[in-house]
């Protein structure tokens, strides 16, 4: 990552007032659209592109934000501030252009820095699970009226968008560690999940994205709380590095910790448990499944006890939480078996994932794309590992993600884990999969898309082919 504008977190940063034209350069993505739509209703005004037309540009324009297909420098020409995602490279003609108007060109981390470091800051980090806990902690905080500002990473369905604003003291956002940019972020109360191996195209190893942890959680205000797991060793070691003066609350399923969760029911649709907490137990229902969406949850309600919310509140609002969309998001069926869209592109998500599917009792077809060349070779036995515990799997081609091919192909995964699930199959094209899938699901099946890439296009395209429908837009 590098940024062009350095001390830009303070109130009276470079274009910070109504009526300066900001061009966000990567604006559909799922940072950069909710920090668009925040911005314009703040009084600037804002524009931006993206090279496809994402479904996320509806709303953008539906906002009054005009926004281009494809990146030009005459897009720029009249913007005060740039802002960029880490998907836009420096030799993005938008990028040149901007450094030579000389023009302040921020990151997307720096953006969400005005909002958050101005404010009463609940950031959420940890290597999964950022953008469910997220989202719980802003419908908590919502429901019990505190009007929050929220910044969420997927598609809210309570809120109607990625995004939740509010004129309440709190902004609500995941803190994103996979470029190290959240150092930027100054929380009041830092939600700490976990810490794995992942984005090992930047961090060289497991020790440096702990460290990266330690920088965050030094940046929690000396007055702030911080609110972590502690069945996690390297979380434990990390809150250390946050100031001696900020409360730490701890949470946990299986330690001894401030707030845990006893009498776990995991239901297929949802979950049932009991949070015990400052001396005393109240029993709670989840409207998502999984035992993570339970620790998850756990961390967003002792958030929101944080923040004076009553216990009356959080169990009156948590079964209507159904999650966000790509989360274990149940999309429609196929002749007869339950479709489900998830983003996980990690080996610990996809084992969450697959236990929650295996939880809904039926069996599971399977259909993974990788996510990166450099997360598949680094991570490539826990990846053999966790999908060769699938019955029935269909693989594809590696999403390069603007990567280079390497060492690591899709076939060369599909050869190590066919030799634990012979039923594998590998299908390169996504765009092949569709009837692939369709000729091996069977009536009472749970499809599971998973990937982080464009394999959730596949999915939908699947349920509108049950509907006899031409396929929809995959993503909001």
Same mark, same amino acid.
């Given at each position: 990552?590098?940024?062009?504008?350095?001390n830009?977190?303070?109130?009276?940063?470079?274009?910070?007032?109504?009526?300066?034209?900001?061009?966000f350069?990567?604006?559909?993505?799922?940072?950069?659209?909710?920090?668009?739509?925040?911005?314009?209703?703040?009084?600037?005004?804002?524009?931006?592109?993206?090279?496809?037309?994402?479904?996320?540009?509806?709303?953008?324009?539906?906002?009054?934000?005009?926004?281009?297909?494809?990146?030009d420098?005459?897009?720029?020409?009249?913007a005060?501030?740039?802002?960029?995602?880490?998907?836009?490279?420096?030799?993005?003609?938008?990028?040149?252009?901007?450094?030579?108007?000389?023009?302040p060109?921020?990151?997307?981390?720096?953006?969400?820095?005005?909002?958050?470091?101005?404010?009463?800051?609940?950031?959420?980090?940890?290597?999964?699970?950022?953008?469910?806990?997220?989202?719980?902690?802003?419908?908590?905080?919502?429901?019990?009226?505190?009007?929050?500002?929220a910044?969420?990473?997927?598609?809210?369905?309570?809120?109607?968008?990625?995004?939740?604003?509010?004129?309440? @003291?709190?902004v609500?956002?995941?803190?994103?560690?996979?470029?190290?940019? /959240?150092?930027?972020?100054?929380?009041?109360v830092?939600?700490?999940?976990?810490?794995?191996?992942?984005?090992?195209?930047?961090?060289?190893?497991?020790?440096?994205?702990?460290?990266?942890?330690?920088r965050?959680?030094?940046?929690?205000?000396?007055?702030?709380?911080?609110?972590?797991?502690?069945d996690?060793?390297?979380?434990?070691?990390?809150?250390?590095?946050? @100031?001696?003066?900020?409360?730490?609350?701890?949470?946990?399923l299986d330690?001894?910790?401030?707030?845990?969760?006893?009498?776990?029911?995991?239901?297929?649709?949802?979950?049932? /448990?009991?949070?015990?907490?400052?001396?005393?137990?109240?029993?709670?229902?989840?409207?998502?499944?999984?035992?993570?969406?339970?620790?998850?949850?756990?961390?967003?309600?002792?958030?929101?006890?944080?923040?004076?919310?009553?216990?009356?509140?959080?169990?009156?609002?948590?079964?209507?939480?159904?999650?966000?969309?790509?989360?274990?998001?149940?999309?429609?069926?196929?002749n007869?078996a339950?479709?489900?869209?998830?983003?996980?592109?990690?080996?610990?998500?996809?084992?969450?994932?697959?236990?929650?599917?295996?939880?809904?009792?039926?069996?599971?077809?399977?259909?993974?794309? @990788?996510?990166?060349?450099?997360?598949?070779?680094?991570?490539?036995?826990?990846?053999?590992?966790?999908?060769?515990?699938?019955?029935?799997?269909?693989?594809?081609?590696?999403?390069?993600?603007?990567?280079?091919?390497?060492?690591v192909?899709?076939?060369?995964?599909?050869?190590?884990?066919?030799?634990?699930?012979?039923?594998?199959?590998?299908?390169?094209?996504?765009?092949?999969?569709?009837?692939?899938?369709?000729?091996?699901?069977?009536?009472?099946?749970?499809?599971?898309?998973?990937?982080?890439?464009?394999?959730?296009?596949?999915?939908?395209?699947?349920?509108?082919?049950?509907?006899?429908?031409s @396929?929809?837009?995959?993503?909001?």
């Open positions: 990552m590098s940024d062009d504008v350095k830009t977190t303070g109130p009276t940063g470079p274009g910070i007032h109504p009526g300066a034209r900001w061009f350069s990567g604006i559909g993505g799922a940072g950069m659209n909710p920090l668009a739509h925040l911005f314009a209703r703040r009084g600037m005004q804002v524009a931006g592109s993206d090279c496809t037309a994402q479904k996320t540009l509806d709303s953008l324009r539906a906002a009054g934000i005009t926004c281009y297909i494809g990146h420098a005459a897009h720029v020409e009249d005060d501030v740039f802002v960029y995602s880490s998907a836009i490279t420096r030799d993005n003609p938008e990028f040149v252009r901007a450094r030579e108007r000389g023009i060109c921020l990151h997307r981390s720096l953006a969400l820095a005005f909002l958050v470091n101005n404010a009463h800051g609940v950031t959420i980090a940890g290597t999964h699970g950022k953008t469910t806990t997220a989202a719980i902690t802003a419908v908590l905080f919502s429901a019990a009226g505190l009007d929050p500002t910044v969420i990473g997927g598609f809210v369905p309570q809120f109607n968008a990625y995004f939740r604003d509010g004129q309440g @003291p709190h609500i956002a995941e803190a994103d560690e996979s470029d190290g940019s /959240f150092d930027h972020l100054v929380s009041s830092a939600l700490m999940l976990n810490i794995d191996a992942d984005h090992l195209d930047f961090y060289s190893n497991i020790e440096a994205v702990e460290t990266a942890f330690r965050f959680l030094a940046n929690v205000r000396p007055d702030g709380s911080v609110i972590y797991n502690a996690d060793p390297r979380v434990c070691r990390a809150v250390a590095s946050a @100031p001696a003066t900020a409360a730490r609350v701890s949470c946990a330690a001894k910790a401030d707030y845990t969760a006893s009498d776990i029911r995991l239901l297929p649709w949802s979950s049932e /448990f009991t949070v015990n907490g400052n001396g005393a137990g109240f029993p709670v229902s989840l409207g998502t499944p999984g035992r993570h969406n339970v620790l998850n949850a756990l961390h967003a309600i002792a958030a929101a006890r944080v923040a004076g919310v009553s216990t009356e509140s959080i169990r009156a609002t948590l079964p209507s939480f159904h999650g966000v969309h790509r989360r274990f998001q149940l999309i429609g069926e196929f007869g339950a479709v489900i869209d998830d983003y996980a592109h990690h080996p610990s998500e996809i084992a969450a994932a697959h236990d929650a599917a295996r939880n809904l009792g039926m069996p599971v077809l399977a259909v993974f794309q @990788p996510h990166r060349f450099s997360r598949t070779h680094k991570l490539l036995d826990e990846f053999t590992a966790v999908l060769g515990s699938f019955d029935r799997l269909i693989l594809t081609d590696i999403f390069a993600a603007s990567e280079l091919p390497s060492d192909s899709g076939q060369s995964l599909f050869d190590r884990v066919r030799s634990r699930a012979p039923g594998t199959r590998y299908i390169p094209r996504v765009e092949d999969l569709v009837p692939a899938v369709a000729a091996a699901v069977q009536p009472g099946d749970v499809v599971l898309f998973i990937g982080a890439g464009s394999i959730s296009a596949a999915a939908h395209a699947l349920v509108a082919m049950n509907r006899g429908q @396929p929809p837009p995959a993503s909001h």
